[in-house]
C-alpha cells in the first residue's frame, strides 16, 4: 500500500524568521504563544505537491498541553487532487536562544515526520511518527484519533488561508512604485490547498525527559518536504 514513488523535485527549503537547518519555512512560538510564516507560489521549478505555502504553530485553545502544528501546500488543489505518496512531509521544533537569537537544539530537537499512502489504493491514509510515537488517520477524517492520544492528525482540502494582492504586487515590482490599494483584491480568494494538522502532546512528544523547572522553552518551529528514495 506504501509507495515511495520517483522523486519529484528537490528538498524544499526557505525560512522565515530564523535560520534552521533543512527548514523550508519558520516561526518562533514559545509554548502557551503562537505565530505563522506565509509565502505562495514563489518556487515554479517545483512540483506542487513540494512547494509549501503556509505554516502555522500555536498553542489548541484552552489548553497549554497540546500544540498544533500545520502546513499547506499544493496551491489551487482540486477536489480529487491526491496527496503525494512519494514525498515526506516534516515538522521540524528546535530549541532557541532568545540570548543569541539562534537555534539551540541541545534544548530541543524533535521532528514530527508524515507520509501518505498511495492514491491508487483509496481512501488514502497518512501516519506521522515522532519521538517513538505514531498516529494514523484517513485523509479528510475531522475527527481522527484519541482527543487526548500523543498525535492526533488531519489531512484533507482546505480553503487557502492567505492573502496576496498578486496583480498589484507585480504591478509595484515592475513600476518600482507602490500600486496597493486599500483593501486590495485577494488573488488566493476561492481557491484550495491541502492541508496537514498534527495535535501534539506537548509532554510526551516535545519535553519528554527534559528539565523545564526553569520554564518551557521557547521553540523555532520549521516545515519542510523532500522526496523519498
Known amino acids: 500500500m506504501w509507495n515511495r514513488g520517483p522523486d519529484l523535485g528537490r528538498r524544499r527549503r526557505r525560512t522565515a524568521l530564523v535560520a534552521i537547518t533543512l ?21 515554479p521549478r517545483l512540483l506542487p ?33 491526491p496527496f503525494d505518496s512519494g514525498r515526506a512531509y516534516v515538522f521540524r521544533l528546535v530549541g532557541h536562544d532568545p540570548t543569541t537569537n539562534a537555534p539551540d537544539p541541545s534544548r530541543v530537537d524533535v521532528r514530527v515526520a508524515c507520509r501518505f499512502s498511495s492514491p491508487e489504493f483509496p481512501p488514502q491514509s497518512v501516519v506521522c ?15 481522527a484519533g484519541v482527543p487526548e492520544g ?23 515590482v515592475s513600476d518600482q512604485t507602490l500600486s496597493f490599494a486599500d483593501a486590495g483584491t485577494n488573488t488566493f480568494a476561492g481557491q484550495n490547498v491541502l492541508a496537514l494538522v498534527v495535535d501534539v502532546d506537548v ?10 523547572a ?3 522553552p521557547l521553540l523555532a518551529v520549521s516545515a ?6
Not at 511518527?129 to 475527527?143: C, I, L, Q
Not at 516535545?206 to 528539565?211: E, K
Open 203 to 212: 509532554d510526551a512528544i516535545l519535553l519528554a525527559g527534559r528539565d523545564v
Open 129 to 143: 511518527n515522532a519521538n517513538g510515537f505514531s498516529g494514523f488517520a484517513d485523509v479528510g477524517v475531522v475527527d
Open 23 to 43: 527548514s523550508a519555512v519558520a516561526v518562533i512560538l514559545r509554548l502557551g504563544g503562537s505565530s505563522w510564516a506565509s509565502d505562495h507560489q514563489d518556487a
Open 224 to 229: 519542510f518536504t523532500e522526496a523519498l528514495p
Open 214 to 216: 526553569a520554564g518551557r
Open 150 to 172: 500523543p498525535l492526533r492528525i488531519f489531512a484533507g482540502r482546505r480553503a487557502d488561508p492567505a492573502f496576496g494582492d498578486v496583480a498589484r504586487l507585480q504591478a509595484t
Open 49 to 81: 505537491p513540494a512547494d509549501l505555502a503556509d505554516v502555522f504553530a500555536f498553542m489548541r485553545p484552552g489548553s497549554s498541553a497540546r500544540m498544533v502544528l500545520a502546513m499547506t501546500f499544493h496551491a489551487g488543489a482540486g477536489p480529487s487532487t
